[in-house]
């Protein structure tokens, strides 16, 4: 790995493809939710917040000046001169396919922008968008990223998902018929799942070899239902030191070739209420890295014995 890292990193990838830094920059599309909007509910997953995951976007500002004010940020930051447009809050392929060609084609629109990162739910895509998102995936660099968090059925109902395994499967078959880049996300920690049922959602991603993954830890907001669940059921959160062990052994059984996008979350230190630790992205990814290294582990040497 080019960072000399024990696993295959966005980062890593985007410099191989694109021969320099590439970096992310988050945008607010201005989409709802169908788990949110009261097609399928009003309540959202548990853990949903006011930002529909996208803490880190400013919705009060058109795409063009999310866009140009992020890549300032990011060219002082991290000295980069091309970027990936990434509309990560809310769903964002919950709209006509005019709205979505619309906003997606504003987003690319400037030349820095060498790529499209769409985060959405396998439950909200049509033939019309599929075809769109084929051609679209011919013209610049696309991947789609799900929110599947788990591949427990129970669960699922119990963070009010609004959608079964079955609806993930369809949708992933249709996007790799068409080349088109998958990445899913896992949260660890979710309410009463333990470590295997952690790892089964780990080893079925690993099996569905889709393109990335990114892993979140479960983080309480207080702008969120799962702040309200918690004080009322008050069940158990992962250690750091519970976590940190998961993920080196959730990433041993991972495909060598997936590109891991994210190794915790992110959370709004302003409305983060437990646990502490979620807050120290880069204290986790660091005890990550020591973990790998004191168990002699690394992405991929676990996989086969997955199959
Ligand atoms: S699918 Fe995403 S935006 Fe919709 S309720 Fe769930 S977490 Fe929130």
């Known amino acids: 790995m080019l960072s000399g890292k024990r696993y295959n990193t966005l980062n890593d990838e985007l410099f191989k493809i694109f021969g320099e830094k590439v970096s992310k ?45 992020q890549i300032e940020i990011n060219k002082r930051k991290w000295k980069t001169n091309k970027f990936i447009a990434y509309f990560q809050s809310f769903t964002n392929t919950y709209a006509d396919i005019d709205t979505l060609k619309l906003k997606y084609e504003n987003a690319m629109s400037r030349k820095d922008i060498v790529g499209l990162a769409i985060a959405t739910r396998p439950d909200c895509f049509n033939e019309e968008i599929y075809d769109y998102l084929e051609e679209l995936n011919n013209r610049t660099f696309l991947w789609i990223e799900l929110g599947l ?25 249709e996007l790799k018929k068409r080349k088109i880049r998958v990445v899913t996300h896992l949260i660890f920690g979710l309410p009463y799942e333990d470590k295997v049922d952690m790892l089964n959602s780990v080893k079925y991603l690993a099996k569905t070899n889709t393109w990335g993954v990114k892993f979140h830890s479960l983080y309480i907001q207080t702008d969120s239902r799962l702040y309200d669940y918690y004080l009322k059921e008050s069940f158990k959160l992962l250690t750091k030191e519970e976590y940190v062990d998961i993920v080196s ?15 915790t979350g992110d959370a709004n230190k302003k409305l983060l209420f437990k646990p502490e630790w979620s807050c120290d992205k880069l204290g986790v990814i660091s005890s990550i890295d020591k973990k790998l290294k004191e168990l002699d582990l690394y992405q991929g040497v676990n996989y086969n014995s997955n199959m």
């Open 249 to 263: 052994i959730a990433i041993s059984y991972l495909p060598r070739e997936m590109v891991i996008h994210r190794l």
């Open 25 to 69: 920059i988050a945008i607010d599309g201005g989409f709802t939710c169908p788990n949110r909007d009261g097609r399928l509910s009003y309540s959202g997953c548990l853990f949903c917040n006011e930002k529909g995951s996208g803490d880190f976007t400013n919705f009060n500002l058109d795409i063009e000046k999310q866009i140009d004010s």
């Open 149 to 173: 968090q788990t591949v427990s059925e129970d669960t699922a109902k119990l963070i009010n998902r609004g959608y079964d395994l079955n609806t993930y499967e369809e949708t992933i078959m």
